[in-house]
Every structure is written in structure tokens, then in C-alpha cells.
DNA sequence: CTTGAATTTGACTAGACGGTCAACTATACT
DNA sequence: AGTATAGTTGACCGTCTAGTCAAATTCAAG
């Protein structure tokens, strides 16, 4: 019964929107409201709080966002290193496409909220360490397949992930810092090596002197 | 002339120590003082601003802590893979102990500023930028003599570094989330793998599986 | 001991902030 | 058509925030 309305989908839409480009405590409950055209009452209907509508912003940016992009690159019909391949690689062309759009390189959408540690409510950190451990778990699986597959030559599998999943994560975070898709260039190369998987080897150079 | 203090010093240590807690936007001039144990007065004598103070304690802080750090494992005359074993040992030390302490991890003192982007003044992001840039030279330094000295092998030295590097901020960036030093242990095994540059092979093990 | 520059102080402001509320409006259901 | 209910509105509040200032204090140097 009573009045529809998509307010509360737009106040999702705004927080992840400035919240991605400003961080967490950059952005005020006005600014949101604005951006979503809904008066701050009509807020407060929907949502008990800004740390509240904070983490119900995360939660909803990784199922439309987050999970789906993670979904089509790790699908498991797809062979294990093709699947860290492409989601490199789409990552990196996402950020170059809007570097040359004009817009700013923001990152990893998540990454940096989690960040945040103490000085943000332990509320809205901790839905964004749930979503990166969850992306973590594709990492996670599509390299133990590629264990499984005698794909890669590593000691300890799990080290080797964990190494891969900092090297993709700093990677995105510079990539931020400089305002530059360049830090993601060739991710997939330099994940191999982690992996100890040379690919389909171009000739070797040897050293050359600076 | 007139009085002598410490009262600028002492803000500098407050907002560094405030900020790497916090972050700077959840860092407000009140507490900055309060722990300082200076009046807001004479904050304003001292700096124009609380960007202005930002950006000098985050130079302050590159001259005492960071250089200093990275001076100490990147002299010119160790050898220069041994440079980046101490570096990253160090700092998984330094989190470690900390830990054991009771502290918090709260991984690279600069990183989490740089990555505010907008919603911080630029000011205070360009100093961030700076220090990491600064701090990327001594890994370039390092791997380039590294090449020279045919230690490593590798196609693209700069990309290597660049991935050297991501894989080192990302590590550190997620010990801060994580609250564990975990992310940054045997990180410098895994750099070396980066960088064609297997150590003393402990008896490489076959893959295993799940 | 005087002088005057450097420093300290606390009270002050204006605006932004997160949050509240009671009245009002639209509409899906009967 | 009537009504309960979900949604909307804008004025309002107390607190926090960055920043100001004129007056008071300290002390190095002449």
C-alpha cells in the first residue's frame, strides 16, 4: 500500500557514486541528498544513518556491480589463468576508457573505504572487508584450479595468492594515487611470474646497463 | 627574539600520529591540539591552515621516519637484492611488533593519505604523491643495479619495478585492513620471483591439491 | 632593566554537519 | 469512494568545525 518510489535506489546510487570519488568522510549526508534529489527527511525514511546507508551503499554496489564484473571474468568453464587474464585486463581497459573519457581513475571502489581503519563507524569497514575477502575467494579459487591443472610451479599455493591478490590491489590503489590506468598495464604478465607460469615466452633480454 | 617553544613541533607529531590513526579527514583541529596540548591560537600562529599543517607534517614525517627507513636498507653499498630483503623485512618486523604490542597495524603512514584523491585538498594529496614517488626511486635504484649486476632476469626492468612496487604497497595496504602483519611475510620471496630471481631453492615442491 | 618580538590564551564567530519532527501528499487496496 | 499506509517535505536543533582576534605573557637581546 501507499506511495512507490525509487528514492531509496537513488540515495544508493549517489553515496557510492561520491564515496568512490571523495572517501567515506568526505561526503556529507547534504551532498548525497542533493546528488539523489530526496529531501533529508525522506533520508531518514529509508535509513537510520549515514553509516547505515554506507554500508547498505557497499553491500549494494557489490551485487551490481563488484559480483558481476568478478562473475563474467572467473566463470569456472573458463580455463583458471585465462580467468586472472581477463579480469586483469578488463579492469584495465574499465580504467583506461574512462581515463580517456576525460573522468578520473578512481580505483578500486571498495579498497579504499576499507582503508579507512578507525576514523570511519567499524559498521561501513567492516561490509567493505567482507566484500574484499570475498573477492579474495575468486583470486583464491582460480588459482588452486590452476594448481590443480599442473598450471603453475609454486611452494605454497596460498602464499602465492595472497601475493597476487597485493600485487592487483596495489596495483588498482596506484593507479588512483597517479590518476593513471598505467599501473595495471601488463598486471597478467607479472602475475605469471608470482605464479611461476611463464607464458608463451617473447625472445628474453638480457640486462641492459641505466 | 621573545619566547622559544616547541608548540610547532609538537603539532607536526600530533598530526602524524592522528592522521595515520584516522585518516585526515576524520582529523579535526580540536584534537590535533588537545594532543598537541597546544590552544587553537597558537595552531594558527604556526600554520595558516589545517591543510597547511597537513602537508608540513607530511613532509616532517618523510624527513624523520620514512627516508631514514628506507636510507638504513637501501645503501648504496649492499648488495642491491639485499636491499630490498631488509626493506621489506624490516617492515614486516616493525608491523609485527606492533602487533605484539597491542597497536594496531597501520601500514604505510603516506599511502592512505595519497589515496584520499579529491575530498582531500590537493595540497595535501601532492605531498602524499611526492613522498611515494620518492620512495619508488630507492626500488628503482635497487632493481636497476640489480640488472646490472645480472641478478635478475627480466624483460621490462620498469615494468618489474612497477610490480615490485605495487606488490609491496598492496601487501602493506592490506595488512592495515586486515589489521595483521600476515599480508607483508615472505614478501621479498615473492618479489624475487617478480624479478627472474630465484634464491637459494629450498627443494621445489609439485602441485598439490585441494 | 627595558624593550619588543615571539608566543600563548580563551573567548568568539559563522557556517556546516548529522539528525529530528509533525504535518502533508499520493496511491494501492478494499 | 474511502482509507490506511508508504512516502515526502521543509523548518528546526544541538553540536562540531575551521578559523579569528585582541589582549596577556614570556624571554632574548641591547
Redesign the interface.
Given at each position: 500500500m501507499g506511495r512507490v518510489s525509487d528514492a531509496r535506489q537513488r540515495l544508493l546510487e549517489a553515496t557510492n557514486e561520491l564515496t568512490w570519488?571523495?572517501?567515506y568522510?568526505?561526503?556529507t549526508v547534504d551532498a548525497i541528498c542533493e546528488k539523489a534529489d530526496v529531501r533529508k527527511g525522506s533520508f531518514y525514511h529509508y535509513f537510520e544513518s549515514k553509516p547505515a546507508l554506507a554500508k547498505a551503499a557497499l553491500e549494494a554496489q557489490w551485487e551490481s556491480y563488484s559480483r558481476p564484473l568478478l562473475e563474467a571474468s572467473f566463470a569456472a568453464d573458463i580455463p583458471p589463468l585465462e580467468r586472472l587474464k581477463r579480469y586483469m585486463e578488463t579492469m584495465y581497459k574499465n580504467q583506461k576508457e574512462k581515463k580517456q573519457r576525460g573522468e578520473?581513475v578512481?580505483?578500486c571502489p571498495i579498497?579504499?573505504v576499507?582503508?579507512?581503519?578507525?576514523?570511519?563507524e567499524a559498521e561501513v569497514v567492516e561490509a567493505a572487508?567482507r566484500a574484499?575477502k570475498r573477492k579474495l575467494r575468486y583470486f583464491q579459487t582460480a588459482i588452486?584450479d590452476a594448481?590443480?591443472a599442473?598450471l603453475?610451479?609454486v611452494?605454497?599455493?596460498e602464499?602465492?595468492t595472497?601475493?597476487v591478490?597485493?600485487?592487483?590491489?596495489?596495483?588498482w590503489?596506484?593507479a588512483?594515487?597517479?590518476?593513471s590506468p598505467e599501473?595495471l598495464?601488463?598486471?597478467y604478465e607479472?602475475a605469471l611470474?608470482?605464479l611461476?607460469a611463464a607464458e608463451q615466452e617473447?625472445p628474453?633480454?638480457k640486462?641492459?646497463?641505466?
Open positions: 570519488k571523495l572517501g568522510n568526505a561526503v578520473r578512481l580505483g579498497f579504499s576499507a582503508m579507512s581503519g578507525e576514523g570511519v572487508q574484499l588452486q594448481n590443480d599442473g603453475i610451479k611452494d605454497d599455493t602464499a602465492a595472497q601475493a591478490y597485493s600485487l592487483f590491489e596495489g596495483a590503489a596506484r588512483r594515487i597517479q590518476n599501473p598495464a601488463g598486471l607479472q611470474r608470482l611461476g617473447s628474453p633480454k640486462s641492459r646497463v641505466a
